[in-house]
């Protein structure tokens, strides 16, 4: 596979990151490129790595073209590979948020394999969860997506309608979590422990937590139920968050996501 990620900042770094630190992805070459390349200095001398300012270049030298730029600066970007664009070659990956895969074919053409897809930054430590949607042909290119993001996490194909309610729980969802890692955190640190082992504490038990569900299978409730002992603290701790609105303050906090993304 030659791959080119168009625009590397935060995510386009992170996947950067995810495709150097793994195997499974047997790439011939693979073009980064910015604008300002002076942050990606380091990598030129990795082999395989190309640090370029030239998108056409990196996509005349590429078959998968993941683009990575903010939304407002989506439509130019496409503008300036049109031309090399073809379509028996070349298949986009967007991660733009809420640009739509019609809004892109408009610009590049609808024979362009389009795939949206919408992932995290955990992808840089081989652990996103990966949302994707097609147009016709870029179904048919599909599986060199979920090559890509599976080696680097878990896939979900998901019909488009749902980029925006998979980009809140998935990518934005990276953020919140840690909201809720940082706030255990603090709470251990009133309760005795130092900033680290507090850390360590919070960190291992939200993994554990995960672990619990991925081996299981088990709806949450349930391993509460385990947890929970009658009359003990854990269900005390539980009803006093939840009276002070934790679910429904999350929840809220999730629409509002939702809700601001359609007006990017
Ligand atoms: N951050 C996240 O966790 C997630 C982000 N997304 C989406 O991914 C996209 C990127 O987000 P994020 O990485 O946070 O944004 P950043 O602003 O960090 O990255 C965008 C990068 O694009 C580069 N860029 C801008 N214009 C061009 C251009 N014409 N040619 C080449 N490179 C260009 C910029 O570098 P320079 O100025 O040097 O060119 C910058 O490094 C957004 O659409 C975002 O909504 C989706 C999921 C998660
Ligand atoms: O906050 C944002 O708008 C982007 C999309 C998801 C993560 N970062």
Redesign the pocket.
């Known amino acids: 596979m030659k791959i080119a990620i168009l625009g590397v900042g935060?995510?386009g770094y992170s996947i950067a990151l995810g495709i150097l630190s793994q195997d499974q992805i047997e790439y011939e070459s693979l073009y980064l490129s910015k604008r300002n390349i002076e942050s990606l200095k380091s990598w030129d001398n990795i082999p395989k790595v190309r640090i370029t300012t030239d998108n056409a270049k990196a996509v005349r030298n590429s078959e998968k073209i993941i683009i990575a730029v903010q939304?407002s600066q989506l439509n130019s970007i496409l503008n300036e590979i049109k031309e090399d664009l073809n379509p028996k070659k070349h298949t986009i990956i967007s991660v733009v948020?809420?640009r739509k895969i019609e809004q892109i074919a408009e610009i590049v053409g609808k024979d362009i394999p389009i795939i949206r897809s919408?992932p995290?930054?955990a992808i840089s430590v081989g652990q996103s969860m990966t949302c994707l949607s097609a147009n016709g042909s870029g179904k048919k290119n599909i599986e060199c997506a979920k090559t890509i993001f599976n080696a680097l996490g878990k896939t979900l194909f998901i019909e488009e309608e749902l980029m925006q309610a998979a980009?809140?729980i998935c990518?934005?969802g990276?953020?919140f979590w840690m909201r809720l890692i940082r706030a255990t955190t603090q709470g251990a640190v009133q309760l005795g422990f130092d900033a680290d082992e507090a850390q360590e504490l919070s960190v291992q038990t939200c993994l554990g937590a995960a672990s619990l569900l991925v081996k299981s299978g088990n709806h949450p409730e349930k391993e509460i139920d385990k947890v929970t002992t009658p009359s003990g603290c854990t269900i005390e701790g539980l009803n006093e968050m939840e009276h002070q609105g934790l679910s429904s303050s999350l929840i809220k906090g999730l629409v509002a996501?939702f809700e601001?993304?359609n007006q990017?």
């Open positions: 935060n995510l939304p948020t809420g919408m995290n930054t980009t809140v990518a934005s990276i953020a996501s601001k993304i990017i």
